[in-house]
Structure formats: structure tokens, C-alpha cells
């Protein structure tokens, strides 16, 4: 498996891994599957500032992963959030820790100090066929931390869901940090 950088020409491929998480879970809060083109531009708009990359195995596309803006505000350029998805087939053989520790490695140099991740969450002992926790606990397992959860906020394939934020500092806060170099990102071998 070897890591690289997302370009326009592999929309389609991204999307055929993300239809799934749309239109079975309620891991993507999107209601419709988005066109190539939309895809696209959201490829465009976030590699121009922030590492979006894939793993690729003898030519496929396995998963990807990528960063964003946590805010538009200034004060936050230091913070990012994290998205992560992997084709069906192929959880839990590493595709998702290798793509997380490539991104982890770029937004480091590129002077990012919070990792931030979104995550739909099943409190309690709740039982659904849309979601599991999966992805709270790859993250803990990724030394991201709970910091709070937002009750019912999501409403899904007739249900509601639970919304967690988690976080992972990646260094120190001090005072005048270093300007974070938007844009200006190269994979970083973890």
C-alpha cells in the first residue's frame, strides 16, 4: 500500500467509496450522493489549502482522507478537522491508521497544532443498523479524546443521532506560534 496525493481525475473513484457511507449509514449526515462534479470542486477547494490523500494498493484506491478548515475565524487556523473513509471491503486492514498517520505526519509540518473530528455516535447501549460505533473508536485507539457530544442533532433514515466532537493535539500551545503554511503541504511518511 502506498500513499499519495488525491487529484481531480480520482472523483469518481472517491465517490464510489463515500456512496456507501451516504445512502447505508448515518456515518455521512448527507442525505444525496454528490455529483462528480460536486466532488470534484470539493477536491479542488480543499487540496488548495490542506493535504487530501489515498491509499492505493496494484492501481485501486482503497480509502482517503483529508483535512479542512475546523473555522473560518482567523484564531483557528491552528485547528483542523480530520475526515477519514475507507472502501467497505477492505476495514480494518490498516487502510485507515496508514491514511490518518500520513495526514497526521503533513498537517504537523505544515504547522497544525488540533486535530478535530466530527464523528455520528450511538450513546448508550443503542443497537442500529445504520451505525456503529466504529468510528469513535478508531479514533480513541488514534489517541483522539472525547470532548463533547451533541444530543439528537442529526436525523437520518428516520432516526435521530447523537453528534461527538474528538480531539488529538499534535504540539505544544505556545505563545506566537509559527504561521500555519496553507497550501504548502508534501506527504510525510509517519
Avoid: Q
Avoid at 454528490?34 to 493535504?51: A, L, T
Avoid at 476495514?91 to 509540518?109: A, F
Avoid at 470532548?147 to 505563545?175: A, N, S
Amino acid at each position: 500500500m502506498t500513499v499519495e496525493k488525491v487529484d481531480i481525475g480520482d472523483a469518481k473513484k472517491l465517490l464510489e467509496i463515500y456512496a456507501p457511507y451516504v445512502e447505508k449509514t448515518a456515518i455521512s449526515f448527507e442525505y444525496e450522493v454528490p455529483s462528480v462534479e460536486e466532488f470534484e470542486e470539493r477536491i479542488r477547494n480543499i487540496s488548495s489549502k490542506f493535504p487530501y490523500i489515498k491509499v492505493v494498493e496494484d492501481g485501486e484506491i482503497l480509502g482517503y482522507a483529508y483535512a479542512t478548515s475546523f473555522k473560518g475565524r482567523r484564531a483557528y487556523d491552528w485547528s483542523v478537522e480530520t475526515t477519514v473513509y475507507v472502501r467497505e471491503d477492505v476495514k480494518r486492514k490498516g487502510v485507515g491508521k496508514l491514511l490518518y498517520n500520513t495526514l497526521e505526519s503533513s498537517l504537523k509540518d505544515m504547522g497544525v497544532l488540533n486535530l478535530n473530528a466530527c464523528i455520528a455516535y450511538l450513546s448508550g447501549d443503542r443497537k442500529d443498523d445504520n451505525l456503529t460505533n466504529d468510528s469513535y473508536n478508531f479514533h480513541k485507539k488514534l489517541g483522539y479524546d472525547l470532548v463533547g457530544t451533541f444530543h439528537d442533532c442529526g436525523y437520518k433514515f428516520g432516526k435521530w443521532y447523537d453528534m461527538i466532537w474528538m480531539e488529538k493535539m499534535l504540539g505544544k500551545h505556545g505563545e506566537n506560534p509559527s504561521e500555519v503554511k496553507f497550501g504548502k503541504w508534501d506527504l510525510k511518511n509517519a
